[in-house]
């Protein structure tokens, strides 16, 4: 497993890393496995993706309702077809949630009542964040103090879990954990504070450059769906809608994401299976063996 946050340089690493092992790759990035999206989620390249086989990239679209168990069951899947070939696979992405399911398995949830979700997602399209963020402080309080309060997602989740059930989600988390039928090794890539930020600002700069812009312009008529309320793309369609000017949007997009950035950091650091690890996949290599 080779996690770490956004643009420290995971997709690189993990390429050589399947290289060496003549294996593939498992993406465990909540976003990149939507065929929609391309610039603004830092997929890999074309080339990339023909030098290595690659799940999770490009298999589900902005429609389909992918969640961490509907994660859990596909990792598993193609882990189970990559073993029958080989003694190694790599997983690699930043989504804490998805890498718990994957590893650790994931709670059974109740499914939600969709009139119900597309009266929030509409609410949330018109109100914005801080409308969202209120709502589930009132709704929810417990988990509105213990999660991240700036994620979109992860607030819509669970205010449409507890209109749709009554119940908060934390209370379907039971944490028990399932036994898995590989060994796994767990590292992240670390890299200094300055250096991941002065990334993050570059390759936001590179997405504009890239068209950025016109890929949003391109999804307007889906911005309501809950898998477009993402970093990259939330804030362009304000500015579109004229909140903001285009270079407030992109300060935004830089802001937003190293925000995003520093909670990965502060989640991979706080889990004990992790070794953080410079973004060199000789140095994994060596860890392997011991």
């Given at each position: 497993?080779?996690?770490?946050?956004?643009?420290?340089?995971?997709?690189?690493?993990?390429?050589?890393?399947?290289?060496?092992?003549?294996?593939?790759?498992?993406?465990?990035?909540?976003?990149?496995?939507?065929?929609?999206?391309?610039?603004?989620?830092?997929?890999?390249?074309?080339?990339?993706?023909?030098?290595?086989?690659?799940?999770?990239?490009?298999?589900?679209?902005?429609?389909?309702?992918?969640?961490?168990?509907?994660?859990?069951?596909?990792?598993?899947?193609?882990?189970?077809?990559?073993?029958?070939?080989?003694?190694?696979?790599?997983?690699?992405?930043?989504?804490?949630?998805?890498?718990?399911?994957?590893?650790?398995?994931?709670?059974?949830?109740?499914?939600?009542?969709?009139?119900?979700?597309?009266?929030?997602?509409?609410?949330?399209?018109?109100?914005?964040?801080?409308?969202?963020?209120?709502?589930?402080?009132?709704?929810?309080?417990?988990f509105f103090e213990s999660s991240e309060n700036m994620n979109p997602n992860r607030l819509?989740?669970?205010?449409?879990?507890?209109?749709?059930?009554?119940?908060?989600?934390?209370?379907?988390?039971?944490?028990?954990?399932?036994?898995?039928?590989?060994?796994?090794?767990?590292?992240?890539?670390?890299?200094?504070?300055?250096?991941?930020?002065?990334?993050?600002?570059?390759?936001?700069?590179?997405?504009?450059?890239?068209?950025?812009?016109?890929?949003?312009?391109?999804?307007?008529?889906?911005?309501?769906?809950?898998?477009?309320?993402?970093?990259?793309?939330?804030?362009?369609?304000?500015?579109?809608?004229?909140?903001?000017?285009?270079?407030?949007?992109?300060?935004?997009?830089?802001?937003?994401?190293?925000?995003?950035?520093?909670?990965?950091?502060?989640?991979?650091?706080?889990?004990?299976?992790?070794?953080?690890?410079?973004?060199?996949?000789?140095?994994?290599?060596?860890?392997?063996?011991?």
């Open positions: 497993m080779i996690g770490g946050a956004t643009a420290s340089g995971k997709t690189a690493v993990s390429i050589q890393l399947a290289k060496h092992f003549h294996t593939e790759i498992l993406s465990a990035d909540s976003r990149q496995c939507y065929r929609e999206l391309n610039i603004g989620v830092a997929k890999p390249t074309q080339q990339q993706l023909q030098e290595v086989p690659h799940h999770f990239i490009n298999s589900h679209s902005i429609e389909e309702d992918v969640s961490a168990g509907v994660y859990e069951r596909y990792g598993l899947e193609i882990l189970r077809g990559i073993f029958e070939k080989n003694d190694y696979a790599i997983c690699v992405g930043g989504t804490g949630l998805y890498i718990k399911a994957l590893c650790e398995g994931i709670d059974e949830m109740p499914a939600v009542n969709r009139v119900i979700e597309q009266e929030i997602l509409t609410h949330y399209e018109t109100l914005g964040l801080e409308w969202l963020q209120n709502e589930v402080k009132q709704s929810d309080k417990a819509l989740r669970a205010l449409i879990f507890i209109r749709s059930t009554g119940q908060s989600i934390r209370s379907f988390r039971k944490h028990t954990g399932k036994r898995r039928n590989f060994a796994i090794q767990y590292f992240a890539i670390d890299l200094p504070r300055e250096d991941l930020y002065e990334k993050i600002n570059t390759r936001v700069d590179e997405m504009m450059t890239a068209g950025l812009l016109e890929e949003v312009v391109s999804l307007v008529g889906q911005k309501h769906l809950r898998a477009l309320q993402t970093v990259g793309y939330a804030e362009l369609f304000a500015h579109l809608q004229g909140t903001y000017t285009l270079a407030e949007a992109v300060s935004k997009i830089k802001q937003h994401t190293r925000n995003y950035a520093k909670r990965q950091i502060t989640w991979f650091r706080h889990q004990s299976d992790f070794q953080l690890i410079a973004p060199d996949y000789e140095n994994i290599i060596k860890a392997l063996k011991t």
